[in-house]
């Protein structure tokens, strides 16, 4: 069964995001397939731009959805 997990980085610097959706990567489990990061654009594009930046081995694709405050990572077959 897979599922999918929300990742709210508002409020966070740019580094501490990085460092907050690298670790939910290593550490996420066999049976997550989407990763949606809420980022917001409200307060400016910082975070927005990293996470569409943002590159990992277990990322296979980014959807850029009609709400431009997320970005949905689909996570590869394990």
Do not use: C, W
Request: positive net charge; glycine residues 6%.
């Amino acid at each position: 069964m897979s599922y999918f997990l929300d990742l709210d980085i508002h409020n966070h610097t740019v580094e501490s995001a990085r460092k907050l959706i690298t670790n939910t990567l290593k550490n996420l489990s066999p049976d997550v397939r989407e990763l949606k990061i809420i980022h917001g654009y409200h307060q400016g594009t910082a975070l927005r731009d990293m996470v569409r930046k943002f590159s990992h081995s277990k990322i296979e694709r980014k959807i850029l959805g009609l709400n431009q405050g997320t970005t949905t990572f689909i996570i590869k077959k394990s």
